[in-house]
């Protein structure tokens, strides 16, 4: 699987494209188009440049174009609700330069410079953002173009805002590159629940592992380790929020090594041990 070049359709001539998110994600990709996606009925990981977070119901993020990015999903039963989010896609050039030189769209231009980093909303302002999204899905003309705006106003208003990568992250499209990136991020996807040596993962992309750990840091913003220890925490968070399962077969089902470990890399990430964690939630 490689980082793809998705391209858009736009389906009736105009530069703004919403409809509901039906496919299992997981695939690493990016494209020029700005994307904004509401997450409704669904949990997983979502990563998005250099972040890799959890993500839960109402959940709402705004990303620039060539961004790359994936969302993976939490399955039950290898199966995912149907219409379990929504999906805009839209051309900075739809809104036009002319517009947005006008004082009235400051806001507009400001959130539009700040999803360079992607943007994290909050449950209330997803909420709020849900019906217009629904409205944009079913609508055609102006009165799509009047629902956009509504969400619009609702992002630019938005008190509780979050940058999603690094102060620091730069996305620069390399096709060798982002092959590599590609291959490493979906190995390590499908096979975060086994030992993964630095040895290993060097080999998936082709590289001696001290260049792969430069390279590595430079694209993602946190080494190897460190990512694959986020992306086995994302996954012990849902299982103790979702699951009764024990903690320690937590631990063993997210390809920590020792309980102990676990409970060390769960404190860094999370800040609370994985037993207080699963109790704010029962």
């Known amino acids: 699987m490689v980082a793809e070049l998705e391209k858009i359709s736009y389906d009736d001539g105009v530069g703004f494209v919403a409809d509901y998110i039906d496919d299992t994600g997981g695939l690493w ?55 379990h989010g929504i999906m805009v896609h839209f051309r900075q050039a739809s809104l036009g330069d002319a517009l947005l030189a006008q004082h009235e769209m400051h806001c507009v231009r400001d959130l539009l410079e700040q999803s360079d980093r992607g943007i994290g909303f909050s449950v209330e302002d ?3 953002a849900e ?14 173009m009047i629902d956009f705006f509504n969400v ?27 092959k590599k990136m590609a291959d490493v991020y979906t190995y390590i996807r499908e096979n975060y629940f086994k030992p993964i040596s630095l040895e290993k993962i060097s080999k998936i992309a082709k590289m001696s592992p ?55 890399q769960f404190r860094k990430t999370e800040g609370i041990s994985p037993r207080d964690y699963r109790a704010q939630f029962k």
């Open 29 to 83: 990709h990016f494209h020029p188009e700005y994307e904004l996606v509401l997450n409704i009925k669904s949990n997983g990981t979502r990563i998005i440049g250099d972040s890799v977070e959890l993500f839960d119901m109402n959940d709402m993020v705004l990303i620039a174009g060539n961004i790359p990015h994936s969302w993976n999903y939490y399955k039950s039963d290898k199966s995912l609700p149907e219409k």
């Open 126 to 128: 997803a909420k709020k």
């Open 131 to 144: 019906k217009h999204l629904v409205q944009m899905i079913n609508n055609k003309g102006i009165d799509k």
């Open 152 to 178: 619009l106003r609702i992002l630019c208003q938005a008190e509780k805002k979050v940058y999603l990568c690094s102060e620091n992250y730069k996305q620069v499209y390399d096709e060798r590159g982002n």
């Open 210 to 264: 001290f260049s792969f750990s430069r390279f590595f840091k430079k694209n993602c913003g946190a080494g190897f380790v460190e990512y694959l220890n986020r992306v086995r925490t994302n996954k012990a968070c849902y299982l103790l929020r979702e699951t009764d399962y024990q903690v320690h077969d937590i631990s063993i089902e997210c390809g920590f090594a020792s309980i102990s470990n676990f409970n060390k």
